[in-house]
């Protein structure tokens, strides 16, 4: 088997590419954003995204996947909160120094 290099294997990859065809992502964003409804987080929004999605004509896993990744943006915000508190916990305190005016 020829080795080749890179560049010449992406180019002819991308020869059958439509020039002004929109690439679609890899990534699931529908999946990740229901990653944050666990228990009663999934439990209280397949309720509301029903009724969201009946009203707004969005597929229900859209809502849902909305609804999570603002759980899971909660959760990081807490999270980085709790970091910066043990940070600013475990620093040694600074003595104010009192100087007197001569």
Do not use: C, Y
């Not at 999605?53 to 899971?72: C, V």
């Amino acid at each position: 088997m020829p080795v080749t290099s890179t560049r010449r294997m992406h180019q002819g990859a991308s020869k059958g590419h439509q020039g002004g065809a929109p690439q679609t992502s890899a990534w699931n964003w529908v999946a990740m954003g229901q990653m944050g409804l666990t228990g009663w987080t999934g439990k209280a929004a397949k309720p509301l995204a029903r009724a969201i999605a009946r009203r707004t004509g969005r597929p229900e896993a859209q809502i849902l996947s909305l609804i999570g990744a603002g759980f899971l943006a909660i959760s990081l915000i807490d999270f980085l909160r709790q970091v910066d508190a043990v940070i600013a916990a475990g620093r040694p305190a600074t003595t104010k120094t009192t100087r007197r005016r001569p």
